[in-house]
T-cell receptor, first 115, second 112 residues
Framework: NAGVTQTPKFQVLKTGQSMTLQCAQDMNHEYMSWYRQDPGMGLRLIHYSVGAGITDQGEVPNGYNVSRSTTEDFPLRLLSAAPSQTSVYFC??????????????FGQGTRLTVV | SQKIEQNSEALNIQEGKTATLTCNYTNYSPAYLQWYRQDPGRGPVFLLLIRENEKEKRKERLKVTFDTTLKQSLFHITASQPADSATYLCALDRGYNNDMRFGAGTRLTVKP
């Protein structure tokens, strides 16, 4: 039972390149989300999904795309990398049901540098 | 605009003392407030959740309070240990679909 697995752990991209950050969970959670964490700014929500086939934008969605074809996977795509996207990216999952909230489980993070 | 502020970027205390971390928010009506611990190079790990109608929650050496009038949560670690050294994040959630927002965190260092 791995929980939430993110790959890769580290990545260096050149400006303008595209790439996909992978997130997989084996917890059978409906809800998945992507955050970026920058110094002094906390975690900011990029995109989220409440179930397979459903995605929506968070606080800072520009420059990123997501899709959710299965319950287990929620990849994050950078379309054309920019230095401003240098950050640590975290994927998280939770079970949500109406107004009953539960804890979020986070992956180990992907440290991305765009040069 | 919505703001979540954790009182200080860093807090240093002596082993055995009580650490108190503050989370203040404005222009927000959370249904839940959560606290997470984050170690360097790792993802956040859930510690405690408190609901808007609860005043206080405890778990072992941890205690959280939630005052919706003051728009503030206090997070206490009693009998602190060097192993408690980490960054602590508060997160506010309106309790539907999404919109869990995090503070920037407070880095706690407990000195032996």
């Amino acid at each position: 039972n791995a929980g939430v697995t993110q790959t890769p752990k580290f990545q260096v991209l050149k400006t303008g390149q595209s790439m996909t950050l992978q997130c997989a969970q084996d917890m059978n959670h409906e809800y998945m989300s992507w955050y970026r964490q920058d110094p002094g700014m906390g975690l900011r929500l990029i995109h989220y999904s409440v179930g397979a086939g459903i995605t929506d934008q968070g606080e800072v969605p520009n420059g990123y795309n997501v899709s959710r074809s299965t319950t287990e996977d929620f990849p994050l795509r950078l379309l054309s990398a920019a230095p401003s996207q240098t950050s640590v990216y975290f994927c998280a999952t939770t079970t949500r049901g109406g107004r009953v909230n539960t804890e979020a489980f986070f992956g180990q993070g992907t440290r991305l540098t765009v040069v | 605009s919505q703001k979540i502020e954790q009182n200080s970027e860093a807090l240093n205390i002596q082993e055995g003392k009580t650490a108190t971390l503050t989370c203040n928010y404005t222009n927000y009506s959370p249904a839940y407030l959560q606290w997470y611990r984050q170690d360097p190079g790792r993802g956040p790990v859930f510690l405690l959740l408190i609901r808007e109608n609860e005043k206080e929650k405890r778990k072992e050496r941890l205690k959280v309070t939630f005052d919706t009038t003051l728009k503030q949560s206090l997070f206490h670690i009693t009998a602190s240990q060097p192993a408690d050294s980490a960054t602590y994040l508060c997160a506010l959630d309106r309790g539907y679909n999404n919109d869990m927002r995090f503070g920037a965190g407070t880095r706690l260092t407990v000195k032996p």
